[in-house]
């Protein structure tokens, strides 16, 4: 277990959270804090409770006990503000190959929440498109419609809307699931600027080949419970993440 943090910008105290009608609870009784600009990786086995996290975090799900802030707001009641200063690229994405909407359409739809009903992207917003398009190296394929592009690209395309939005906190479920080890090797360089420029990145992720460089926060979850919550060097997550997800 690790120091706590004086003033976490995710603070998860003895929470439950439930799917609508499910009988009982995924998460139970889970307590995390997250730094800002922290790098967290979340680990775990299929079926533990990851993806949940994520989206409790997000505001996306109904925590029935516990308390849970995120960037200073009620989780429980300002979801939609908790989402306006989140990225949340999901783990499971088809676009239908005739989906009308080309790349850049895509990434500005990152901008949306922050735009608000019936006002057209301004000067900022494109700003924040192409700066993100740039990052994720998309330029060329700004004019394609979405639905044309392999699984990688759409992957990337979607990392892009997120950081259209300059999220504070960047949540990420697997985004390394459809990329080669080379741009596996770019996103995470590219996750790891924002990370050093103030912006908490917590990403689940069973591909460790291709992490930065540094001391990461690692999370291991299992049953909806946090299992192991450290800090180590990149190079000994792999390692780290396998001695807990051991089948006994
Ligand atoms: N929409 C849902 N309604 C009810 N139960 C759900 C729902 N989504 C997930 N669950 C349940 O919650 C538990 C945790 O699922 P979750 O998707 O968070 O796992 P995960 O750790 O992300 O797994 P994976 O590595 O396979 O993505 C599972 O038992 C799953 O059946
Ligand atoms: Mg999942």
């Known amino acids: 277990m690790v120091a706590d943090i004086p003033h976490p910008q995710i603070e998860l105290s003895g929470i439950y959270t439930a799917y609508m009608g499910a009988e009982l609870p995924v998460i139970r009784d889970l307590s995390l804090n997250i730094g800002k600009g922290e790098f967290v990786m979340v680990g775990g086995p299929n079926g533990a409770g990851k993806t949940t ?12 006990h516990g308390s849970a802030r995120v960037c200073g707001l009620d989780v429980t009641k300002q979801g939609v503000e908790v989402r306006k200063r989140t990225g ?6 088809a676009f239908d190959p005739l989906t009308p909407f080309t790349v850049e359409h895509v990434v500005m739809m990152g901008r949306y929440g922050i ?9 900022p917003d494109y700003r924040a498109a192409e700066e993100a398009m740039r990052m994720l190296d998309l330029e060329d394929l ?6 044309t592009l392999s699984g ?12 259209a939005k300059k999220p ?14 080379c741009t596996r090797e770019f996103v995470s360089g590219v996750l790891e600027d924002i990370s050093s420029q103030g912006c908490t ?5 069973h591909a460790f080949d291709a992490l930065p460089d540094k001391d990461l926060r690692i999370v291991v979850m299992d049953e909806g419970c946090i299992r192991l919550n450290t800090i180590c060097h990149s190079s000994e997550v792999e390692d780290t993440i396998r001695r807990m997800t051991v089948v006994s």
Do not use: H, W
């Open 152 to 163: 990688g690209q759409q992957q990337k395309v979607l990392i892009a809307q997120n950081l």
């Open 53 to 64: 996290l994520l989206e409790t975090i997000n505001g996306m799900l109904y925590i029935t």
């Open 142 to 147: 700004a004019e394609k419609p979405i639905g």
């Open 115 to 123: 735009l608000g009903c019936f006002r057209n992207p301004s000067e």
């Open 88 to 93: 949340y690229v999901i783990q499971s994405f």
């Open 201 to 205: 990145v917590c990403m689940v992720s």
């Open 168 to 181: 504070d906190i960047m949540l990420l479920d697997e985004p390394f699931s459809n990329l080669d080890l």
